[in-house]
């Protein structure tokens, strides 16, 4: 097969899900498929370049948009799909592509334009709320945690009293911009052959959150993670020879980064507790550390080497976020090398960690610091609850076994396109 991915995301410099669109493609190489990875980089504009990494062929499209809040997002919508869908239906043609898959919220909808322009099947793999939230979180609050009501629209589609004047014009004018947005973009995605949510999370809210997927043949498939290279990454040496307790992440409200400190003062944990990871929450969070006299290290942002040897030698990891996790790759990583978790139940986490099984799962900042403190004192917890997570990732999240699904998924959109 001749595949082209289109994605918002790829390695060198990329979060979880550009690596997670790197192991797809360097699956479906290992397979014998012909891949075109096409990047999209909206900010500052340029020229279009191609380069390779890792043998594959990656095609940079670029476009510019305004360093403007809410103008930015439309020229990166409205204005980049047209523009983006014409330029990959030539790449279609050009390369004589089989299937085209989108891999997130910009370079999924022209995706689907693409294909359907072209006559060949689409698929599109959702990571996260875009479909059904503007700002693809589903959190609207001044504090960032409230989850949406039933509507699942983002703060400006919420119904607000009758007003009079411009300030009340123009809330309507971006209501309906808003409404029109979202539409736009479930339109899309119910024109895909098939739909891929990386989590039974995100598959369940956008059967109920977008009715009009319904006639959308819709796959629960996970990320691939490469166990093998991950575990070979994490033979290197031990960044602390004293055990130590870690979270990896984004510093923000809805990871519950803030709650860290509070959580290793309850648990009394007298391990030192390393913050891989920077964000708004940090200066926060040192004064906390400050306040509480615990052993809390800050490495900051560091590369995929680094975190691996990190996680892989912890003698557990936090994960204290309470926003909508779709599916963390952090939890996948953490558990295929057989490090004990400690989590909050939210979203897509019980895909990853089954309680009592392969993590422990808690509901509350007191449940949370009992389980870091039964985790520290537990050897034989911390054991049995490792090699329990790290024969799950291997059976579930393996990229063998994953790229292998979406390969069979390609298959079937072709051969019922063509029938």
């Known amino acids: 097969m001749n595949v082209l991915l289109a994605t918002d995301s790829f390695p060198p410099h990329c979060g979880g899900s550009g690596w997670s669109t790197y192991e797809l493609a360097r699956g479906l190489r290992e397979r014998g498929h012909t891949v075109l990875v096409v990047k999209v980089v909206a900010g500052h504009g340029g020229v279009e370049r191609e380069c390779v990494y ?3 062929r990656v095609i940079e499209y670029h476009a510019w948009t305004p ?3 809410g103008l930015r997002n439309y020229f ?3 204005r ?3 523009r983006l869908a014409a330029r990959l239906q030539a790449l279609i043609a050009t390369h004589s592509t089989d299937v085209i898959h989108g891999q997130h919220v910009l370079s999924a909808p022209p995706s689907v334009h693409a294909a ?4 060949i099947p689409s698929v599109v793999t959702v990571r996260d709320y875009w479909p059904v939230c503007y700002r693809s979180d589903l959190l609207h609050s001044p504090t960032g945690l409230a989850l949406c009501p039933g509507c699942s629209r983002a703060a400006g589609l919420q119904p607000a009293p009758t007003r009079i004047g411009v300030l009340h014009f123009g809330r309507l004018l971006l209501r309906k911009y808003l409404v029109a947005n979202l539409a736009g973009k479930v ?6 052959d098939a739909v891929i949510a990386v989590s039974s999370v995100i598959a369940g809210d956008l059967r109920a959150r977008a009715p009009e997927l319904a006639a959308t043949r819709l796959h629960v498939i996970p990320n691939p993670v490469n166990i093998q290279s991950l575990r070979r990454r994490a033979s290197a040496p031990r960044p602390l020879a004293e055990p130590y307790a870690l979270y990896v992440g984004k510093l923000a409200v809805n990871k519950g980064t803030d709650l860290l400190v509070d959580v290793i003062q309850q648990a009394d944990l007298d391990w030192p507790l390393v913050i891989v990871g920077d964000g708004p929450d940090r200066p926060k969070i040192e004064a906390a550390v400050r306040k509480s006299g615990h052993d809390v290290r800050f490495p900051g942002w560091i590369d995929q080497e680094q975190t691996t040897a990190w996680l892989a030698h912890a003698g557990m990891l936090i994960f204290p976020s309470r ?3 779709s599916l963390s790759r952090v939890l996948i990583e953490a558990s295929a090398l057989g490090v004990p978790i400690a989590a909050m139940q939210t979203g897509g986490t019980g895909d990853v960690v089954e309680d009592e099984i392969t993590g422990l799962l808690s509901s509350s900042v ?7 403190r039964r985790i520290r004192h537990g050897e034989v917890l911390r054991q049995r609850l490792g090699a329990a997570a790290a024969n799950r990732a291997v059976e579930k999240f393996d990229a063998v076994s994953v790229v292998g699904r979406v390969e069979a998924l390609y298959k079937r959109v072709i051969e019922a396109r063509r029938r």
Do not use: T
């Open 54 to 56: 890792d043998g594959l």
């Open 67 to 69: 360093n403007v809040p």
């Open 76 to 78: 990166k919508n409205e």
């Open 80 to 82: 980049l799909y047209p």
């Open 116 to 119: 359907r322009r072209a006559g």
């Open 187 to 192: 339109a899309a995605l119910a024109a895909a």
């Open 323 to 325: 926003g909508p996790e």
């Open 366 to 372: 007191g449940e949370l610091a009992d389980d870091v």
